[in-house]
């Protein structure tokens, strides 16, 4: 299949020294080399080599004053012609360049249709396809080495072992099947093989479940009663006012956000309204998308104010979470404490459940909280040891789907039924795992992957 030839701008859209514009595709040398003046008035564009002089409009015109360079098939990113222009950074500029290209007969890319076709021409697997995404957005130095073993093939090379070895167990049961007279199978050797593959392939699920949090970053929802200093403790972790706080109850009616980076993961602090019985229709709306926000949360701090008495409605919440998921938040602490809050924290500290005591006014103990936050998220307290690979979330599901197969083999097997009839489920385990690295691949799975990319990669 030939491909059109394709160009966007590649860097951020924006103020900044230096803008480029990709070209790619069959005629990306011919449109590279109908627009640009070299300062040495050279004929021809050497690859591999930066080249002086400037971008030229269809009218004459000097556009900019420019470095590009050529890298033919299929020593490039996307395995096609591919020809840049290094131009000056303003919007402007690598605009009018842009549009210079398009009129000598380029087509805008989508997003991440260099990838795409970098995948399609072999350059990359899908799993390395995906890790160029997610190295682009890392919002940690975690995610950002997660990403980079995908990018260099571990994934890869881990679910090429996986299926080498079904495939092995596979050769086996055929040949068994074809020639069953003259070919024995040990039944407990293929029981054992399997089992030591579904054990990789749980490790892996494991890694994502512990993990991917370092990756996709994580939900803190502070949440409580009005009044308790729920705003205020949202700006004491910032650092810097971010929520209006006064003396007025209700004064958050809807949720307010910001991140931070806590212990490495990219954490979003979610500030709610507060939990209480209001006949103003802003506020209810308010208090129910706090209820959402605090299923949806990784972690929720229960914020009660040390020197109020606190509502069955706020204690309620505690249900909502298991205990491993919530922090109770005693606030206030310069305040006298009030009997119920008394009673009522021993009560949790007695379930389990970790409390910080703070005071938002002044910090104190703020830096406790943040610990604990952290912690909570961690589990472990680490990040991933160095040989350990993290899939994403869709990487995830087709390991888990490859796992419930390989069971089912090993379940069958043990009950005795005929070899022919469970074949099956390493041949659905084979192709959920073939999925991961895009070996097999459907057009829906390839537009979800690359629908998440900028454009110009």
Do not use: W
Not at 124 to 135: H, I, K, R, T, Y
Not at 162 to 175: N, R, S, T, V, W
């Amino acid at each position: 299949m030939e491909l059109d030839t394709i160009c966007a701008i590649s860097t951020p859209l924006g103020l900044g020294g230096i803008g480029i514009i990709r070209i790619s595709g069959k005629h990306a040398l011919l449109i590279g080399e109908s627009i640009f003046r070299s300062k040495k008035n050279i004929q021809r564009i050497k690859p591999y080599h930066l080249h002086h002089g400037y971008i030229v409009s269809s009218q004459g015109e000097i556009i900019d004053e420019v470095l590009v360079s050529y890298m033919p098939s299929p020593g490039s990113y996307t395995g096609e012609d591919v020809f840049e222009i290094n131009c000056h950074g303003g919007p402007v500029v690598v605009q009018k360049i842009l549009k210079e290209v398009i009129s000598k007969g380029a087509r805008l890319a989508q997003a991440g249709e260099f990838t795409m076709r970098a995948f399609l021409n072999g350059k990359m697997d899908l799993s390395q396809a995906e890790a160029v995404c997610e190295l682009i957005s890392s919002k940690s130095e975690a995610a950002m080495h997660i990403a980079s073993k995908k990018l260099h093939g571990a994934l890869k090379k881990k679910i090429d072992n996986i299926k080498q070895g079904l495939e092995h167990i596979m050769a086996q049961l055929l040949a068994h099947m074809d020639f069953e007279e003259e070919i024995d199978i040990d039944y407990l050797e293929i029981k054992q093989k399997t089992s030591d593959l579904l054990d990789e392939t749980t490790r892996l699920i494991k890694n994502h479940d512990h993990y991917s949090v370092f990756v996709q970053g994580a939900k803190v929802v502070l949440c409580g009663e009005v009044n308790a200093g729920k705003s205020s403790i949202l700006n004491a972790i910032l650092g810097r006012e971010r929520a209006i706080v006064t003396p007025v109850p209700g004064t958050t009616r809807d949720y307010i956000e910001d991140t931070i980076n806590i212990h490495g993961i990219p954490t979003k602090i979610i500030d709610t309204a507060g939990i209480r019985t209001s006949d103003d229709e802003i506020e209810i709306i308010g208090v129910n998308k706090g209820r959402e926000l605090i299923k949806e949360g990784d972690i929720i701090c229960l914020i009660f104010d040390v020197s109020s008495e606190p509502s069955q409605e706020v204690i309620d919440l505690i249900n909502l979470k298991p205990k491993d998921k919530i922090i109770c938040v005693a606030n206030k602490i310069d305040l006298p404490t009030h009997k119920k809050i008394s009673s009522l924290l021993k009560e949790l500290e007695k379930k389990g459940i970790d409390i910080v005591y703070t005071c938002a006014k002044t910090g104190e103990h703020i830096d406790r909280l943040v610990n604990t936050i952290g912690h909570k998220l961690l589990g472990r307290g680490i990040e991933p040891p160095e040989g350990d690979i993290v899939p994403n979330i869709r990487q995830a599901e087709n390991l888990k789907q490859a796992k419930q197969e390989l069971n089912d083999f090993i379940r069958s097997l043990d009950q005795g039924v005929e070899i022919d009839l469970i074949y099956t489920h390493l041949e659905s385990a084979s192709r959920y795992l073939s999925e991961i690295t895009g070996e097999i691949s459907t057009e829906d799975v390839l537009d979800k992957v690359f629908s998440n990319f900028c454009i110009g990669k």
